[in-house]
């Protein structure tokens, strides 16, 4: 294990309701799997998401009178995509996907608990005030890095990486082990917003040791720029 004690690996809602099958299924949001399954290898500190909703939560257009999926209506903190019923709580839709192998992942966030509020960032809930305790958890634990994977790109990824750099913290995403729904354009401004924010869009490559020298550790190369 070389990677430095200084940074975390948050993976970001690989739950089977976000892939093929589920209920808000992300196209070939599976095949990105094996490869945070081997990034996760080389970090000592992981943390994992998990979008954990009540049944009337505020995102489901079924809650809504008139309402469809991916309409966007105005709540009292802003804009909100109305999603199909996805990821409640104690289903399997909301489980972590079978093929994620990382059962050394530290601890598990679940968020979207709140019926009133939505929370695609694993740090604040969609009002910007509510925080989960994340930011918290892993300053007091010394983590200044942070390195953000999984589904999807242009929600609940972009939001928790814009996040961390607000709070403070050295912001990635690892682009390649993340991918995006792309609704009306949402992936390309996801990363505009990111970047505006000092996020870090890296590859896998990036993270993971150079074959023949297991000596380089990219990560604190990274950190050190
Ligand atoms: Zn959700």
């Known amino acids: 294990m070389f990677q430095s004690e200084r940074s975390a690996l948050i993976v970001v809602d690989v739950q089977n309701g976000f892939t093929p099958g589920g209920n808000l299924a992300v196209a070939e949001a ?25 049944e009337n939560h505020v995102s489901f257009a079924d809650n809504h009178a008139n309402a469809k999926p ?18 409640v709580q104690g289903t399997s839709d909301a489980a972590l996907h079978p093929d994620l192998n990382i059962p050394q992942a530290q601890l598990v966030i679940r968020k979207g608990f709140h019926r009133h509020i939505d929370s695609y960032s694993a ?8 925080t989960t305790g ?6 007091e634990r010394g983590i200044d890095s942070v390195f953000v994977v999984g ?8 939001w928790t ?17 993340t991918k995006g729904i792309d609704l009306d354009g ?20 990036d993270v993971l040791p150079i074959e023949q020298d297991i000596c380089s550790n990219p990560v604190e190369y990274l950190l050190n720029q």
């Not at 991916?70 to 990821?87: A, R």
Request: with cysteine.
């Open 186 to 205: 949402s992936l390309q401004n996801a990363w505009q917003d990111m970047t505006a924010h000092g996020v870090q869009r890296i590859y896998a490559k």
């Open 30 to 54: 599976d095949q990105i799997i094996p490869r945070i399954n081997e990034i996760a290898q080389y970090f000592d500190n992981i943390v994992l998401t998990q979008d954990w909703h009540p």
């Open 161 to 177: 990486a814009i996040d961390a750099a607000k709070m403070g913290f050295k912001s990635f995403v690892i682009s390649d082990a």
């Open 134 to 139: 994340l930011a918290g958890y892993l300053k």
């Open 70 to 87: 991916f309409d966007t209506i105005q709540l009292s903190y802003g804009k909100q995509v109305l999603w199909p019923v996805h990821c």
């Open 123 to 130: 740090f604040m809930e969609a009002d910007h005030k509510t």
């Open 151 to 158: 589904i999807a790109t242009d929600f609940c990824v972009a």
